[in-house]
């Protein structure tokens, strides 16, 4: 007989065989399928996060105690915290490869993270981040841009842009994120979202990664004002019991002349929400510009390397031009020693910055902590116990994704005008949306004094259904039907006009050519006229309204082209200022006025 060796020959009429034969090919199968499932699992999370995430992990909250104690007050929420946050035992990414290679993982927990936690929510993830937290377009080359989910081609805005996107795409219930020059309040903005930088310095920065510490504050996001006002109740000292206070609404006219978004979808929207709510004064109006330099007088100096003083939005420029010396002495401060030794690979747009700060010298660094400390008191005179000042948010709609031209000075300075002023005052603010305008979001933003937490973010609870419903109403409104009018009637109101024009009474002037529109609304020269003394009130946005509609009826109307590009110059939209100079120039080639605006502008939107 043949000797056997091991385990013998295998019989392959033994049904035993087969069995075993069977269980082994199904367990392959099932392997397959199983790892199959799981890429495609994490390829659908990948798509559902929108690329917010940089790290995806879960933090559970502490233990709920046992009854009859109270339910935490965020048990149940889910939140992410942007890649600047401290969390023990894995490393404080700042949004750059080379900063997450060159540092140790956390040996502790961020004081806000761990008070979040403690309060029943759940953290999932760190999200992606503006590299060191420089820039307001929410891109980063390394790890991808956060897809916005409401216009997928455009920017999110940033630096916080994957918390922001994270809430607006619905994957977690609100996110921390950073606020600097705007870090918080342009995401939600982009994002259609509300977004909330408190008062500077009330939410504890310990374990935070910073940028510049007297500008940064820590901010989060959320879909629903009831949730933002819960989070706000863990991290902010806030007082329970506070006294009932009517409120009054001062809204900036001369700063919503930034925004080409019509008022009637924003000022109106507030205003006609307050006549029907109850503790609300009617609104008041003021010339916010005019007000900063009327009481910060440190900024007179700064003031000076910028053309036409006497305009409010000058001091604005001035003021934001002051938040970016600071932000660069503050940075290199911190950061100089690890940049020049590690040398880190950087975003074209964050290396200049990046590069500006690191060799930047500063001659005289009070001059900037004195433009701050005048901004609070300045605040505070103007909106006292019971003011929240109105703003756009932010000016212009998101910008496409990869834009060539990137970030111009234009959308630079109208963005920044409007960011500066809580980063400047400390001031707690709040951006609330208001639903769109050409399929882009738009929002609104409330400034309250330093330390009025409690009130802006009560405030935000009372009213937000009141502005969601007034904003979906004004979205479905008809325009006004046109009248026509007596020609004879409207051409001696005209000359009214001009006669007021000339006596310098501009208001006067505006009321005799409005009459005359009325009365005949197809003459150009009513429309320029009246936009010549709006130019005079400082009322840029009309002026340029009025130009449009005179040109539109009369292609070669000079005045009103320079008139619209003086108007569009004095906004900052410095291209499309120079294209009227320019078609002025076209029409009369001779015109010094032109010439001398072309020339201005030419280096501005090279």
């Known amino acids: 007989m043949p000797k056997q060796f091991g385990l013998g020959k295998i019989s392959v009429s033994n049904p035993k065989v087969w069995v075993v034969i069977g269980v082994g090919v199904a367990g392959i199968v099932i392997l397959a399928e199983t790892r199959r499932r799981r890429r495609l699992r994490v390829r659908k999370l990948e798509t559902e996060a929108f ?31 942007k890649d600047i946050f401290d969390v023990k035992d894995y490393v404080t990414g700042f949004g750059n490869p080379d900063w997450k290679r060159t540092h140790e993982v956390s040996g502790k927990t961020a004081v806000v993270v761990t008070a979040l936690l403690k309060n029943g929510a759940t953290c999932v993830g760190k999200t992606v981040m503006d590299e060191l937290a420089f820039g307001i377009t929410g891109e980063n080359v390394h790890y991808g841009t956060p897809t916005n989910p409401l216009m997928q081609s455009h920017i999110p805005g940033g ?20 606020d600097t020059l705007g870090c918080v309040r342009t995401p939600a903005s982009f994002c259609g979202i509300l977004g909330y930088r408190p008062s500077h310095g009330v939410v504890s920065t310990i374990g935070v990664l910073p940028n510049s510490q007297s500008l940064d504050t820590v901010g989060w996001f959320a879909r629903d004002p009831a949730i933002l006002h819960r989070v706000g109740n863990i991290l902010l000292p806030l007082k329970q019991l506070e006294p009932r206070r009517t409120r009054c609404f001062i809204i900036a006219d001369d700063l919503f002349q930034l925004s080409k978004v019509p008022k009637q979808k924003t000022v109106q929207v507030v205003s ?101 400390t005048e901004m609070r008191a300045a605040l505070r005179s103007l909106l006292k116990d019971d003011g929240m000042l ?24 109208r963005a920044f005008a409007l960011l500066s002023i809580a980063s400047m005052s400390g001031c707690c603010q709040v951006t609330v949306p208001l639903g769109k305008h050409d399929d882009c979001p738009i929002s609104v933003s409330f400034i309250a004094f330093h330390g009025a937490d409690k009130f802006l973010l009560d405030t935000v609870l009372d009213m937000y259904s009141s502005l969601q419903e007034q904003a979906r109403l004004v979205s479905h409104s008809s325009p006004l039907p046109e009248r026509n009018g007596n020609m004879d009637a409207s051409e001696l109101l005209k000359e009214k006009g001009n006669a007021a024009y000339k006596g310098r009474q501009w208001n006067k002037a505006v009321g005799y050519y409005s009459e005359a529109i009325n009365l005949s609304e197809m003459n150009a020269t009513y429309y320029c006229n009246r936009a010549a003394a709006y130019l005079e009130l400082g009322c840029f946005q009309e002026a340029e309204d009025d130009c449009s509609k005179a040109i539109s009826l009369d292609k ?36 010094k006025a032109a010439s001398l605006a072309e020339k201005r502008l030419r280096p501005l939107i090279s």
């Open 272 to 372: 006609k929400v307050t006549d029907n709510l109850s503790g609300y004064q009617p609104p008041r109006h003021v010339n916010f510009g005019q007000h900063i330099a009327a009481n910060v007088p440190s900024l007179r100096g700064f003031r000076e390397q910028l053309m036409n003083m006497q305009n409010g939005i000058s001091t604005l420029k001035a003021l934001s031009s002051v938040m970016f010396l600071l932000q660069r002495y503050e940075f290199k401060t911190n950061h100089e020693e690890w940049v020049k030794s590690m040398k880190p690979r950087l975003g074209s747009d964050v290396s200049d910055k990046v590069n500006a700060a690191i060799t930047a010298t500063h001659a005289d660094i009070k001059s900037l902590y004195k433009v701050r």
């Open 159 to 178: 630096s916080s842009s994957g918390s922001a996107v994270a809430v607006a795409s619905g994957i977690v219930d609100f996110a921390l994120g950073t």
């Open 556 to 591: 070669k109307n000079v005045k009103a082209y320079l008139r619209r590009g003086t108007a569009r110059e004095s906004r900052l939209f410095y291209k499309e200022a120079f294209e009227d100079f320019k078609h002025a120039l076209v029409l009369e080639p001779q015109n």
């Open 51 to 81: 690329g917010a995430f940089i790290e995806r992990f879960e933090l559970l909250p502490f233990p709920q105690p046992p009854p009859p104690a109270a339910r935490l007050l965020l048990s149940g929420l889910t939140f992410a915290v």
């Open 390 to 413: 109105v703003v756009p948010t932010v000016a212009d709609p998101p910008l496409k994704l990869n834009s060539k031209k990137g970030l111009s000075t234009e959308f630079q300075e």
